[in-house]
Every structure is written in structure tokens, then in C-alpha cells.
């Protein structure tokens, strides 16, 4: 097996576990890349690798994001990233969250969980009986916590309609064509958002009976997902898994602008300066998807309330306008931008 410090992912993180639990199953990699500002804050996804090497790099790349992204929205969070390998069939078990619960108090308070891709709000419950190291639990109307992706997706909104105005030089997503990649609890609620605003939606999912079902509740036109890095639209707005930016996928891109919800949409940082050269204007993924983990942030932390959660996530429009003027003063990718931003807040600048 391949030590974690010689993955191309790998970013001087503070440290790499990997948890085994036999009787209960339960396979688990948890990345801390850094603790600068505070305990390593990051959620908790339950996916299937056909190769496990994936997890360990999906857990480097999501951790060093998530330092990023805590840094970008003013939170005294470090960065960090819990990945639960699933079987084919994605059986998840009691024991398996209890194990893991055990594996996060391991760490006594290095790195705090919430829900992500495969996880709900019940898992983290689940967890919390292991450890107090959780966030993204049920919590009463007006307080901060509970599912992260509701506040993600208004977040994201926001970010698209800063997008807009950015770069078509439109106040309103009334009448743009925006195509979401993805319409789970993210794409879905900024779907949602966006068809109120009158905006002409063409969507898809990997699952695509959800991708027509949400296309016949707002109004949507739905595409397979073979069709949706190519289609001729004003912003295209990945919300599914990441890397989908690519050197081959930026020749074939017929939009002006690129925001959307997915973490780490760039497969590598010469994709940024791609997407650069093509014009095309980019709102960097961890910083526009940051309100989720404001919101379960808060919520650990124990100084926030609804009000304070919506203030905070109200402020993503005002840091990608700086992300992007520093870009057009520089000549930078707006992705290079953010991250040298970010690494001098993390004290690597």
C-alpha cells in the first residue's frame, strides 16, 4: 500500500488515520490537514471506492478544502475529512457508526464530524453516542445545526447570483439558463431557489429518475449526464462529486461561468489556469459551498443562532467579488487567487 505523504493529494496534512474495525465492518480513513485555527472541521462521507486507494485520496483532497474553506468564511475550524468506505450494496450498520463514533474520539477533539455524501442527520446521532466531537444534528427551529445542505444550497445561490452579476452583468437570474450537475440535497434546493427566481433550468443526476422528478417540480428541462459538461448555457453549476473539471471536459465548455456546490470541481491546479485562459469565470468551490459548514460550525462551537448562521453565509457574494477583482487586477485564476488567500490564513503563506 502506498504511504499517504506519497500521494500526489498529499499537502504536508498533520496526519492521515486509517481505522479498521472487523466486527463491525467498518473501514475509515480520516485526514487532518491542519489545526491552525482550530479543531479540523470537516463532514463524514459514505461512499463506495472500487479501488480503497480512492478514499485516501478523496479524504486529502476534501481535507486540505476544508482548511480552505473554514479559513475563507472567518471560522476558528481547521480543515479535516472523514471518508467511510461502503460495500457495493452501501450497507450501513449501527455497529459500523458506533465504531466509527469510537475511531473520531480516538483523536480527542482533533477533528469534529458532520454529515456529508451518504450521511444523514440520524447517522450523526448515531455517532454522538461515541463522542461529543459532532456536528449536523437535529436542533430546534432557530438555532444553528441540523442538516448542513439546505445552507449550503442558499449559499451556493447566492454565489450564483453574484456570478451573474458578475459576469453576464445581470441583477436577476430571471431568464438565464443555468445547468445544475446533480440535484441531490444541494443541486435540489438551489434548483429550487433558482426556478423561484424565474431562471430556465436544465438539470441531471446520476440518478435519473430524481433528475425527472425534480424536473416536473419546477418546471426543469432534464438531460442524461453524459450531456451536461457540454450543453450551451450562461452558468453551469456542478453539485455532484468532484474532478469533473479536466482538461478535456474545459475544451468543451460552452458557458461563460462556472459555480456551483461540488468540492473540488478542479482536477488539478493547472485546470484553473484553463479555465483562466478560456475567459470563463470561476467561483471557487470552497468558498461558494462554505454555508453548510458555517452552519454545523456554529453549531459545535455553541455561539450561534439561525440569524447569525444566515449573516455569516450573506457574506459569500462579498468574498468571491474580492477573489474575482484581485483576479482581474492580477491576471490570476480566480482559483489561485482564493488559495493563496487561504494558505496565508492557515499560516502557510
Not at 37 to 49: E, I, K, Q, V
Not at 223 to 236: C, H, T
Amino acid at each position: 500500500m502506498t504511504a499517504p505523504w506519497n500521494y500526489p493529494d498529499f499537502d504536508d496534512h498533520e496526519g492521515v488515520h486509517l481505522f479498521r474495525d472487523a466486527a463491525s465492518g467498518l473501514t475509515a480513513v480520516i485526514a487532518v490537514h491542519s489545526t491552525h485555527l482550530g479543531p479540523a472541521a470537516g463532514g463524514t462521507r459514505f461512499w463506495h471506492y472500487p479501488d480503497p486507494a480512492d478514499a485516501i485520496t478523496d479524504a486529502l483532497r476534501l481535507s486540505r478544502g476544508m482548511s480552505f474553506k473554514n479559513a475563507m468564511a472567518g471560522l476558528p475550524m481547521g480543515g479535516g475529512k472523514g471518508v467511510v468506505l461502503a460495500d457495493s450494496a452501501r450497507i450501513k450498520t449501527p455497529e459500523m457508526l458506533a465504531a466509527f463514533g469510537r475511531a473520531i474520539d480516538s483523536l480527542g477533539g482533533r477533528y469534529v464530524t458532520a454529515e456529508d455524501v451518504g450521511m444523514t442527520d440520524a447517522d450523526m446521532v448515531a455517532i454522538a453516542r461515541e463522542t461529543r466531537h459532532v456536528s449536523g444534528l437535529p436542533v430546534a427551529a432557530g438555532h444553528a445545526g441540523g442538516d448542513p445542505g439546505p445552507t449550503t444550497a442558499y449559499g451556493v445561490y447566492l454565489g450564483v447570483k453574484a456570478a451573474i452579476r458578475r459576469g453576464l452583468g445581470k441583477d436577476s437570474a430571471q431568464g438565464v439558463h443555468i445547468a445544475i450537475q446533480g440535484v441531490g440535497s444541494v443541486g435540489g434546493g438551489l434548483a429550487r431557489l433558482l426556478a423561484a427566481d424565474g431562471a430556465k433550468l436544465t438539470i441531471t443526476d446520476a440518478d435519473m429518475a430524481r433528475a425527472i422528478r425534480m424536473a416536473a417540480e419546477i418546471g426543469a428541462k432534464h438531460i442524461s449526464p453524459s450531456e451536461i459538461m457540454g450543453i450551451e448555457a450562461d452558468v453551469l453549476s456542478p453539485c455532484a462529486l468532484g474532478a469533473i473539471l479536466t482538461e478535456e471536459s474545459i475544451v468543451g465548455l460552452r458557458v461563460p461561468i462556472v459555480a456551483g456546490g461540488a468540492n473540488n470541481q478542479l482536477a488539478t491546479q493547472a485546470d484553473a489556469d484553463r479555465l483562466h485562459a478560456r475567459g470563463i469565470l470561476y467561483a471557487p468551490d470552497y468558498v461558494i459551498n462554505a454555508g453548510g459548514i458555517i452552519n454545523v460550525a456554529l453549531e459545535y462551537l455553541g455561539h450561534g443562532d439561525r440569524a447569525e448562521v444566515e449573516a455569516r453565509v450573506a457574506r459569500i457574494p462579498e468574498r468571491l467579488e474580492q477573489i474575482w477583482a484581485e483576479s482581474a487586477a492580477t491576471g490570476a485564476p480566480a482559483a489561485t487567487v482564493a488559495d493563496r488567500m487561504a494558505m496565508r490564513l492557515i499560516g502557510r503563506g
